[in-house]
């Protein structure tokens, strides 16, 4: 990742975003998202999500931590979870006009992209995309856990501490 100067904020003043994602386990890639978002917008609240088309690793708990313990020098961000509801109307209730998605490729798009829309009719949120480094492009969390179940190296994708939970996690 490429080092940038803490004393530039490039953020806009009072822009309140959500970064929502299963995070299970969070990335590199995620917190890449996280970083660069923190600082683009005044306050950043990353939001843990149930995704009904995914069986989780880790419990909303674990996550929670896992993101609390990556994000915990950027002061301007905050972590919590959804477990019910929707995404809009938590957005709203934290005072987000924006919700933030990173993307990889643009199959990331084609199915970001209608939800989008939706969030847009639904509570007039805009979505920003944000483009993943391109040494991040590749990796999911569905990938990381692949090869980490394989018994590969997964110290490139993850912090240490996300790696030793899912070698942990994995091996029991």
């Known amino acids: 990742m490429r080092q940038r100067s803490s ?7 009072n822009s309140v975003a959500i970064y929502p994602g299963s995070f299970d386990p969070l990335t590199l890639g995620h917190q890449s998202v996280i970083e660069r978002g923190a600082e683009v917008f005044s306050k950043l ?3 843990i999500v149930h995704n ?11 996550r929670l931590e896992m993101v609390k313990l990556a994000t915990k020098h ?3 961000v905050e972590v919590s979870a959804l477990e019910t509801g929707l995404l809009v109307d938590r957005a709203k209730s934290l005072g987000a006009k924006v919700i ?6 643009a199959g990331d798009i084609e199915y970001e992209l ?6 847009r009719d ?13 040494v991040h492009g590749y990796v999911s969390s569905s990938l990381v856990k692949e090869v980490a179940g394989l018994g590969g190296d997964v110290s490139g994708y993850l912090t240490p ?12």
């Open 7 to 13: 004393a530039a904020n490039l953020y806009l003043v």
């Open 45 to 47: 609240h990353v939001v």
């Open 52 to 62: 009904p088309n995914k069986t989780p690793l880790f419990s909303v708990t674990e």
């Open 74 to 76: 950027l002061t301007n």
């Open 100 to 105: 933030l998605k990173g993307f990889r490729t």
């Open 114 to 119: 209608p939800m989008a829309q939706v969030n």
């Open 122 to 134: 639904l509570a007039n949120l805009e979505t920003v995309f944000m483009a993943a480094e391109p």
């Open 161 to 172: 501490e996300v790696a030793k939970r899912l070698i942990e996690r994995l091996s029991k």
